[in-house]
Nanobody, 123 residues
Framework: QVHLVESGGGLVQAGGSLRLACEASERTFIYSMGWFRQAPGKEREFVATITWSDSSTLYADSVKGRFTISRDNAKNTVYLQMNSLKPEDTAVYYC?????????????????WGQGTQVTVSS
């Protein structure tokens, strides 16, 4: 069955960088993959997504210019390079796999989810 495993979270100071990775167990139904995050007391929010075929991307306004999503099809892996981190970026970050054609910013339109990785940015 499909499962996703995130890695790369940690504790950094404001202005620092982290690179998250998420490996999927199989490529059969990977049409796009995305990153979401959830801070304490807040709803889960969209961060970025990328299509597996042509690398089309979408970003949340809050991370544009600072975060970059990329993928390695041979490794069934999606990455999130996070630069110029802010305390407001502190959250649990989840990767998700969409098993249908197209791209979406809605968490309800993704089919599989990883366990999450904690990112903490200190001021």
């Amino acid at each position: 069955q499909v499962h996703l495993v995130e890695s790369g979270g940690g504790l950094v100071q404001a202005g620092g960088s982290l690179r998250l990775a998420c490996e999927a167990s199989e490529r059969t139904f990977i049409y796009s993959m995305g990153w979401f995050r959830q801070a304490p007391g807040k709803e889960r929010e969209f961060v970025a997504t990328i299509t597996w075929s042509d690398s089309s991307t979408l970003y949340a306004d809050s991370v544009k210019g600072r975060f970059t999503i990329s993928r390695d099809n041979a490794k069934n892996t999606v990455y999130l390079q996070m630069n110029s981190l802010k305390p407001e970026d502190t959250a649990v970050y989840y990767c998700a796999q969409r098993a249908h054609f197209g791209i979406s910013v809605r968490d309800s339109e993704y089919d599989y989810w990883g366990q999450g990785t904690q990112v903490t940015v200190s001021s």
